[in-house]
């Protein structure tokens, strides 16, 4: 639903006094509505899931309640490829529950028989709660398997939100495809290219030692597995203008600067701590193990490290060489570009070696971490095809990559005093001492009332809280971009904070409610004896005569 700000924060709707969007009054089931289509009839409810298939994982941690049960979704691979099995709680859906390639209903009367707690909870006042269903629907395609949705080298037809893959590729390399003929834990000697390019073999000649195959296990896709001292090699004429988009996962434990791959000109792409990065090439060694971990891009003597930290997750890193500049990318949003002043010109020289796992000079710099999947294009390629390959990555691996680059924001702003946001969360007289929630979850808990609407809505306190302080955290480190004026940043924190606030205030009026007309209600006296009060709200002071002069803007959404 929108915000009162447009343009990624950039501005607001109308330049008026206060603006409003309409969808600010929206309730919040209209987004599960929007993801899974709930359609109830008197009998059957079917759910029409319509995730974009860059999203290969998701998961509904909030229940959506059908009568005596609480319904948990799951949906697991590329929804574009059809549904292939659904279970309820584990179990096969059997008839009368039914699914197609685009739906699934399932039928209330063959549902499990609800517990008699969950049946008197669809009829109190003050009770809820209901017995919880994980729905999984699994889709014939997963993130780990290998479809030929792209073309290496020609194009290929893309599908249902799927980008295609840009054609003419030099080097096509995909993990999964040693899988045929490759034990797990085995060594790789070589990696036959998906388009018939020439083969990488293990070198010797520097003393490295082969990387090892790890085969795709407990949801963690197949990859070749770097352990910081393996390399592979391969002839493979590249110009001076390339573009090397991989997917991969930095396993953040070395602690020095990591070259994923590199050319004879010691052109390529690495991965550094930032205490390295701020003061490569004059910083001290070793360089701090746990700091954030950035790409840098690798050209002779020099090099640029981006933003965003890649370290200890699955990413899609790419780096394009132009006739004069380079640019870098994590999961589609730029880290250096040729605008920036940082930029440095890459000059003149083609190459006939290309290593993976190494810088290939004395310093050896190897990679420490897998290789999911890599391609090497001739050429410098133009924004929009280098995003879709990169999405296409992000598809196949189960990694985030934007619809657009504008979608990105920005490298970190201002950093934001994530203790002192939260601790004028729980000043009176918004909202009390956020641990009174707490300790009102915990006792009614005690009291066999955990499920409870007042207990709901305190954990749904609890949950904003917890969302503001991962959010927080994320923009001050960089995972999460910021918005593009540091006061929408400010803005989209302190809205988990208000919504935090406004929950404790409803909170507060139901269990007053229940302590003033639930006399007979021995569960309602109960939970109002839990609670302490907040204290009366303070009058609203204002010109009304300002009041009435003041302009209001509402704008739709």
């Known amino acids: ?100 390639a685009t739906s699934v209903t399932l039928n209330y009367a063959a549902l499990p028989t609800p517990s008699r707690a969950a049946v008197a909870a669809t009829t109190d006042d003050v009770l809820t709660g209901g017995d919880a269903l994980v729905i999984v629907i699994e889709y014939n395609e997963g993130p780990t398997q290998s479809p030929e949705r792209g073309g290496g080298g020609g194009g290929g037809g893309g599908g249902d939100s799927v980008p295609t893959l840009p054609g003419g590729a030099a080097l096509w390399l995909r993990a999964d495809d040693l899988a045929a003929t490759t034990k797990g834990g085995a060594p790789v000697v070589k990696w036959p290219a998906a388009n018939g390019s020439t083969l990488f073999a293990a070198a010797a000649a520097d003393g490295s030692a082969a990387p090892t195959f790890a085969a795709a296990a407990g949801g963690v896709p197949a990859s070749v597995r770097f352990n910081g001292s393996e390399a592979l090699y391969g ?38 701590p930032t205490n390295c990065a701020q003061g490569w090439p004059t910083a001290p060694a070793p360089c701090k193990p746990n700091s954030t971990r950035v790409v840098a891009i690798d050209w002779v003597g020099a090099s640029d490290y981006g933003w965003q930290d890649v370290g200890n997750r699955r990413t899609v890193v790419a780096v394009a060489y132009g006739p004069s500049t380079a640019s870098s990318s994590v999961d589609g949003c730029p880290q250096r570009s040729p605008g920036d002043p940082s930029a440095r010109p890459v000059g003149a020289g083609s190459s006939t070696v290309f290593r993976l796992g190494t810088r290939g000079d004395g310093y050896g710099r190897f990679f420490n971490g897998d290789v ?176 009435r002069r003041r302009r209001y803007s509402v704008r739709g959404g």
């Not at 490829?81 to 059997?94: L, M, P, R, Y």
């Not at 203008?241 to 020095?256: C, L």
């Open 235 to 272: 002839t493979l004429a590249l110009a001076p203008t390339k573009t090397v988009i991989a997917a991969i996962k930095d396993h953040g434990s070395d602690a020095i600067y990591c070259s994923v791959f590199s050319d004879d000109t010691d052109r390529g792409l690495a991965v550094m």
């Open 372 to 547: 999911h999947e890599m391609l090497v294009y001739n050429r410098t390629l133009p924004p929009a095809d280098l995003l879709a390959a990169q999405q296409y990555l992000a598809l196949r691996w189960g990694t985030p990559t934007p619809a657009n680059v504008t979608a990105c924001g920005r490298r970190p702003g201002p950093k934001l005093d994530c203790a002192a946001l939260r601790a004028d969360a729980g000043k009176a007289p918004s909202a009390p001492d956020l641990a009174a929630v707490a300790g009102f979850v915990q006792a009614a808990a005690a009291a066999g009332l955990a499920s409870s609407v007042p207990a709901e809505m305190a954990r749904v306190v609890l949950g904003f809280m917890r969302s503001f302080d991962a959010r927080c955290q994320q923009l001050n480190n960089g995972t999460l971009a910021q918005l593009r004026r540091p006061a929408a940043t400010l803005a989209s924190v302190n809205l988990l904070l208000t919504s935090a606030k406004s929950y404790v205030v409803g909170l507060n009026n139901v269990l007053g409610n229940y302590k003033a007309n639930y006399g007979g209600n021995q569960a309602a006296q109960k939970l109002a004896g839990l609670w302490k009060p907040l204290p009366p709200a303070a009058p609203a002071h204002g010109d009304p005569e300002d009041v």
């Open 1 to 100: 639903m929108d915000a009162p700000l447009t343009n990624f924060g950039e501005t607001v709707w109308a330049d008026e006094d206060i603006n409003l969007t309409i969808d600010m009054f929206g309730h919040g089931a209209a987004l599960i509505r929007g993801v899974f289509e709930y359609v109830f009839t008197a009998e059957d409810l079917t759910l029409i899931p319509h995730n974009p298939d860059n999203i290969t994982t998701l998961g509904q941690k909030f229940p959506v309640r059908w009568g005596a049960h609480r319904l948990f979704i799951r949906a697991n691979g590329f929804r574009g490829s059809g549904v292939k099995a659904v279970t309820i709680n584990g179990t096969a859906a059997a008839p009368p529950h039914a699914f197609n």
